[in-house]
């Protein structure tokens, strides 16, 4: 296999507060190859969205070491890694394409292509015609697919997920879980995928890396060997099933 687009090695993670450290992150080593959708599942409070600031550069960390892109194809953390939190984060006074250009803008991109790359994802995301519209006129849903759009208006090679769609009804979960597929299927982007839903971690993820409760050890990694495109069938398939009491058995849940 060609060398791993993201490799980490023995990263290890404290926090110090003024009377007590804990350990959030214990040892974790993993390689995530390019172009793949991988699920980071684990139960809440056990390092999850540490070890993503951990690889977006905006946390330190004790030791292990971090490697994204080669020579070859260098990695800029600042320009390369789109991000969307649990929260969409849209900026209230903006217009809907005004906050999708945001990333572009920081980074001084040309201003005439990026409007035209955030319209064309605006599109991608199913939200035509609400370009000009404000955060507060669109439902949730509709302010988590913009907030994708915004992760991907600077074109970046690594597309970072923090529970996207926790905040979301059960049935508009499962339509953006179906909406992420298809936009993974056209961006071809490398995307870490952190939940703490079991089902949803499958459901999407070409591999799924299992952390253990705090402090995160990864505790097992596998490839999903089910077929895209994916649709809600699929979860009452053997196979999915199999794969589901795996990690339920793995956090202690069966
Ligand atoms: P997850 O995303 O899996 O829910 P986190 O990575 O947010 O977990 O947190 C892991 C552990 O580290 C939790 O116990 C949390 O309370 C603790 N933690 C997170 N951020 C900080 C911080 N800035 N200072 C101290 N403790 C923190
Ligand atoms: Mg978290």
Redesign the pocket.
Known sequence: MSQPFIHLDKIRKT?R?HDQEFL?VSDVTLDIQEGELVSLV?P????????LKILAGLHGFDSGTVDIGSLENPFTPGRDIGMVFQQPLLLKWRRIIDNVVLPAEIIGLPKKETYERARELLHMVGLSGFENKFPYELSGGMQQRAAIARSLVHDPKLVLMDEPFGALDALTREKMNLELLRIWGESRKTIIFVTHGIQEAVFVGSKVVVLSA?PARMVDHFSVDLPYPRNLELKTHEAFGEYTRRIYKLLGMH
């Not at 809440?44 to 070890?51: D, M």
């Open positions: 926090y507060t959030a684990g809440s409070g056990c390092g999850k969205s540490t070890l705090r």
